[in-house]
DNA sequence: CCGCTGGGTTACCCCTGAGTAGGATCGCCG
DNA sequence: CGGCGATCCTACTCAGGGGTAACCCAGCGG
């Protein structure tokens, strides 16, 4: 189906030797592949290890928890997403193709290879305040700026624009990740095309024909 | 802040015996509101125990594991969001009615006082593929219903509908969630109004204005 | 050749928490 | 009163997995 065989990735070999910063890389890529497949409890440092070729120690050498580890491929994607997401808003200012490049710009980080937007919309460690924190925070902060610019030309309340913009967020959200499930059945840009559509044709000049 | 003081609901009377069938409810009772707060991972057998004021063999006696218990109330959740949504659906023909009637649904099944959307949006344990299928489902079904009145007098294919469908569905549960975090700060039936409006002006007469 | 440093390994500790064995109590019926 | 069938409790087992102690070895400077 997708263009190469991904079935069995990579058994890096063992016992080759790398310096550190190389090394922590690695290590970094085996547990994102890990976490992402199984999410965070159902992953074991030792899976981790051997997926990076080499034993369980060495990865404590890097880093001190199985939840420090965790929180730095977080960071990682939450930084990568709201970077594409603010890029995106930054990238014109029209709003009917602000919408069209911020859905863009979800379907895309959803669409990604490493898949690791399963750590920051389908995290299984919510209940650890840290990890809450930092998936609201991107929620929170992608709303903000939507907020902001439904708010500029709209005379909405800060609280309304938010939940608006909340509600435009979880529109991207969750379509694109449903998107992903199907396999891409429908072509990415059609579907950014439609589902786009739908968000520009509600939230444009909204208040002035709000019966 | 709200109505009743509800720091320390109760710890039930210790040492009181119940009839089979009410022992299991009140279990079910415990053990929603352990897992409502604290997640699956989280929360222990003890725990659940502990607040039905009942040591863990009781427990056991009525359920044979810690997933099982999951997912009977994950059953009962998924089965009241469902039958929310439809019945919201059935209420009127109107398709305008029809968006308010099911974001309301939505804001009332994230609103109500047990938070069980809790276990059905947010669960931690979606690595099981039995709580996988549950979750999955209602979002489908869901969306497959209000697909249905899309397609009915839009001219889009069945994957076209599907995908503002589960776009739809999104913005309501990720708006009505977030509604809930702030405190009900808006008012339910104005967050309501506001969604709907936000989703009735993006889908009506969806096809003929799609530049 | 020696020893030191940095990267790596095997083999273990040990705590947590799901699940259980066996016994105590209460209420009831004959 | 004596048994008996529920309900419930104290106290335990045990596996899994995060984290660590102790040791290995390649290479290089002296």
């Known amino acids: 189906m997708t263009m190469s065989s991904r079935v069995i990735p ?15 890389a690695q290590l970094l890529h085996a547990a994102r592949d890990v976490f992402v497949v199984h999410g965070y409890h159902a992953a074991g440092m030792d899976d981790i290890a051997e997926r990076a070729g080499v034993s369980k120690p060495v990865l404590y050498q890097h880093f001190p928890s199985k ?34 490049a911020t859905m863009q710009a979800y379907f895309d980080f959803v669409g990604a290879e490493s898949s690791t937007f399963r750590l920051v919309f389908e995290s299984d460690l919510t209940s650890e305040p840290a990890v809450r924190d930092r998936v609201d925070r991107v929620q929170q902060e ?6 902001e610019v439904i708010a500029e030309d709209a005379g909405l309340s800060d609280e309304q624009a938010h939940l608006l913009a909340v509600g435009l967020i979880g529109m991207a959200q969750v ?13 990415a840009d059609e579907a950014v095309r ?18």
């Open 10 to 24: 990579e058994p890096p070999a063992r016992g080759v030797r790398l310096p550190r910063s190389a090394r922590r």
């Open 67 to 100: 939840l420090e580890l965790y929180l730095a491929l977080l960071d990682q994607s939450s930084a990568d997403l709201q970077a594409t997401v603010r890029d995106a808003l930054e990238s014109t200012t029209d709003n009917k193709q602000r919408v069209t």
């Open 142 to 147: 992608s709303a903000e700026q939507v907020s």
């Open 175 to 187: 379509s694109a990740r449903y998107w992903v499930t199907t396999g891409q059945q429908i072509p």
């Open 194 to 211: 439609l589902v786009s559509a739908l968000a520009w044709r509600g939230i444009s000049k909204f208040p002035r024909t709000g019966g």
